[in-house]
């Protein structure tokens, strides 16, 4: 992301632009192009003062970069000419920017406004105006830097891997002397001994690898052993049993037609009458006989017939 002293140079560039084509005044292109455009986040002191002091200075600015072209000045490209005239600006008057930093930002400058191979073409301009205008600076820049000073009583030896340690500088006071290490060339015996202790070391590592199963073998059984015995000790909780319904008596069904064949079939009763001779007639009422239904039916058929 761009940061204000960049957005500043582009919203510079633009500006330049149309100052350029139509040759105004430098304080309405800047009042304009501020109403128009969002300078949020611009560094708008640094923009005013590029279109302000760069149409003042334009012919000091462009004696710098005439010299190092091989056409004439307006025959360049207005965007690039603009370009060229804020890189010579900040190459003069501003020091407190490093020639490194000019050259670059009008690098990018021209990637973003210019042509195809704008860019190039800026970078030899920006970079000739360096060396005149900067050289110092250049100079220091090229310079190797110095490696510190060893004082000649100080030794310097390797490290472990080859590095090479700080000087110990000698005093007076203390000395340090030096010895020198004897390597000792390798016996067979030696050998022997190394691969039989390696060996041993590897048994041994088995060994308590083994030991180490063993143990955690031992611990998941008892685990296992313990549940299976608390499972046995807690009693097994029976199912509640279920109550079978009771069973109705079927209700005795009687059909009409039993009832009415059993009035039928029962006789009546006849009330006893008593007997006179037949020369004498009975001057007694014979008592009412009370009749059933099915009687009263029967006799009611024989009247009818």
């Not at 462009?62 to 603009?82: F, K, N, S, Y």
């Not at 400058?109 to 600076?137: C, P, S, W, Y």
């Not at 000792?184 to 202790?197: C, H, L, M, N, Y």
Request: net charge positive; glycine share 6%.
């Amino acid at each position: 992301m761009a940061n204000p002293r960049q957005l500043a140079r582009q919203c510079a560039v633009q500006a330049l632009y149309s100052w350029q084509l139509t040759d105004g005044d430098p304080l309405d292109i800047d009042a304009a192009f501020r109403i128009e455009n969002d300078m949020d986040g611009v560094d708008v002191d640094y923009f005013r003062e590029l279109l302000r002091e760069i149409p003042r200075l334009r012919e000091e600015l462009d004696g710098h970069i005439i010299p190092l072209l091989t056409r004439p000045l307006d025959e360049v490209d207005p965007v690039e000419r603009a370009i060229l005239r804020l890189g010579a600006y900040e190459l003069k008057r501003r020091l407190d920017v490093p020639y490194r930093v000019a050259i670059n930002e009008g690098v990018e400058l021209a990637k973003l406004f210019g042509a195809e191979q704008g860019h190039r073409f800026v970078n030899g301009i920006l970079d000739g105006m360096a060396r005149q205008l900067r050289g110092t600076e250049q100079a220091a820049d090229s310079r190797p830097i110095p490696e510190p000073a060893v004082p000649a009583d100080a030794t310097v030896g390797k490290g472990k891997y080859g590095q090479k340690r700080a000087p110990i500088i000698r005093t007076a006071s203390k000395k340090r002397v030096v010895k020198k290490r004897t390597i000792a060339k390798p016996d067979e015996t030696q050998g022997r001994k190394s691969v039989a202790d390696e060996s041993a070391a590897k048994r041994d590592f088995a060994k308590e690898t083994t030991a180490k199963k063993a143990v955690t073998k031992k611990a998941v059984t008892k685990k296992a052993v313990t549940k299976k015995a608390v499972a046995k000790k807690a009693p097994a909780k029976k199912a509640p049993a279920k109550k079978a319904p009771a069973k109705k008596a079927p209700a005795k069904k009687t059909s009409i037609k039993k009832t009415f064949s059993a009035k039928k079939k029962a006789p009546a009763k006849k009330a006893p009458t008593k007997k006179t001779s037949s020369t004498k007639l009975s001057t007694k009422k014979e008592a009412p006989v009370k009749k059933s239904g099915a009687s009263l039916y029967a006799g009611k058929k024989k009247s009818a017939s």
